[in-house]
């Protein structure tokens, strides 16, 4: 049944639309470009303040903002936008703020939007990086921070369990293949480091080409595992006027391309081939790899970024206490990228990372929308989407084994995982709160309080069971 299978898109989308823009009010084309980056600025400058929820609340706030109360594009156009960020690695709701701000004052106002919506977390974050990094023992976390770890991975679990719900026949088993070969090779001492950094795009490659395969079958024989859907044809992208406003020429657009990829291979070749060991070389170059490789950014980001910065920049703690931090905050959870950079080397390192994070979705975005409408109509560019998408689920899965191992090493721990996973999944309630109750709930059982809940929960032989 197609209704069963409409994209996640729908979710955000109300059964009664909004007008079409106003050509004489906001959607005027001819507004001075002047007037056009003042609205980029009076929308964004506080939307990063209070985007809190994850991605998908993002592009509820977005839609509200940007189509019905200030009609900058039409909901076709919206969609299309939301659409190209989610076929390219990276953010997709940061890229749905560059790309609208964009369309509306061109790369300007996206350069001013992108900066707008991220600085919020950016700032407190690397903050909290540079503090925990200078007065907080790895080892030995303070009490305050006990249930931060505990409290973040119930956040992911329920990202998780939300995203296997839009996986169709063909992406259950593509999910289970990555899920499963990333926590066998976790720690696998007969895999050389060097070999395990290619795994993962290794399976993002192997599920699209699965994914690929399985659409021409169903070309040839009108029956495939997977569902493949054509693009509206309401709105062509290369005749909006909304478009028209980005621009950026072709020859742009491919050389960013060029861009992309240039940096991408001599960053990679200059710290795992020469051998160069600079530590903000080495920051971006891990950092701008896994932002080449993540779809759909949010929790899809975690297991690249533990299996690259645990346990060489920081311990399990320190991930885990920052991972809470940065479900906390407003904006992407990409701007967990500058908390990593600011513990390993300070606020030169913070920017570094987050430049390198944010920098391939980023250029990406910019270098896309003028050739989107080409490609829009074409079904095999979005098996390949299908695939990629659903592989990297997977490695969502993987990485809630693998923090819960990390996170969850207490009785008080694994309650505080309980009560935190019931308040978000069941209850609804927001990240931010989510994480303060597992805060509260550490200070309290923690040795220097209550002194509750601190037996060993489980070890390598299973749980610990009480003595009779």
């Given amino acids: 049944d197609d209704d069963d299978d409409d994209d996640d898109t729908e979710n955000f989308i109300d059964d009664e639309r ?3 823009p106003d050509k004489d009010k906001y959607g005027d084309p001819d507004a001075p470009w002047i007037d056009r980056m003042k609205e980029v600025f009076q929308t964004y400058w506080y939307l990063g303040f209070v985007a809190f929820g994850g991605p998908q609340a993002h592009v509820a706030i977005l839609r509200d903002h940007l189509i019905v109360q200030r009609q900058w594009m039409d909901e ?26 964009l369309a509306r004052a061109g790369p300007l106002g996206g350069l001013m939007a992108f900066f707008l919506w991220n600085l919020p977390g950016l700032v407190v974050l690397t903050v909290c990086g540079v503090l925990i990094s200078t007065f907080v023992d790895p080892d030995n976390p303070p009490w305050y ?5 505990a409290a973040a991975i119930s956040l992911v679990f329920k990202a998780f369990y939300g995203f296997t719900k839009k ?37 993002l490659v192997l599920g699209a080409t699965i994914a690929v395969l399985d659409w021409r079958r169903g070309v040839r024989t009108g029956k495939s595992v997977g569902t493949y859907k054509s693009a509206s044809k309401g709105w062509d992208a290369e005749d909006d006027r909304t478009m028209r406003r980005i621009g950026i020429p072709l020859w742009v657009g491919g050389f960013l391309i060029f861009l992309w990829a240039f940096l991408l291979g001599l960053s990679v070749i200059l710290v795992d081939r020469v051998g160069v060991t600079n530590p903000y070389l080495e920051i971006f170059e891990v950092m701008f790899r896994v932002g080449s490789l993540i779809f759909g ?7 690249l970024l533990q299996t690259e910065v645990v346990p060489v920049w920081m311990t399990k703690d320190t991930f885990l206490q920052g991972l809470g931090l940065a479900q906390s905050m407003p904006g992407p959870l990409f701007n967990f990228s500058s908390y990593l950079g600011a513990v390993y080397r300070g606020v030169g390192g913070a920017l570094v990372a987050y430049c390198g994070l944010f920098g391939p979705g ?3 975005i910019f270098a896309v929308v003028p050739f989107w409408a080409r490609l829009r109509h074409v079904l095999w560019f979005r098996a390949v989407l299908n ?26 721990d694994a309650m505080i995982f309980c009560v935190a996973g019931t308040l978000a999944a069941y209850y609804g309630v927001g990240a931010p709160y989510v994480v303060a109750s597992g805060w509260v709930l550490g200070a309290i059982l923690s040795p220097e309080a209550a002194d509750l809940g601190q037996q060993t929960w489980c070890d390598k032989a299973g749980f610990v069971l009480p003595e009779q």
């Fill in 362 to 364: 980023v250029m990406l």
């Fill in 387 to 412: 695939g990629l998408n659903a592989t990297a689920i997977g490695l969502v899965g993987a990485a809630c084994v693998l923090l819960w191992e990390a996170a969850v090493s207490t009785a008080a």
């Fill in 18 to 20: 909004p007008a079409a």
């Fill in 76 to 101: 076709d156009a919206f969609m299309e936008l939301f659409a190209i960020g989610q076929g390219l690695p990276g953010p997709t709701s940061t890229q749905l703020v560059v790309s609208t701000a």
């Fill in 297 to 303: 950014g949010g929790q899809v980001v975690l297991p």
């Fill in 167 to 203: 996986l169709d026949k063909l992406g259950v088993p593509l999910a289970l293949m990555s899920c499963t070969v990333a926590i066998l090779i976790n720690g696998d001492t007969k895999i050389s480091p060097l070999a395990s950094q290619f795994v993962y795009p290794c399976l």
């Fill in 145 to 149: 921070l006990i249930g931060l770890p």
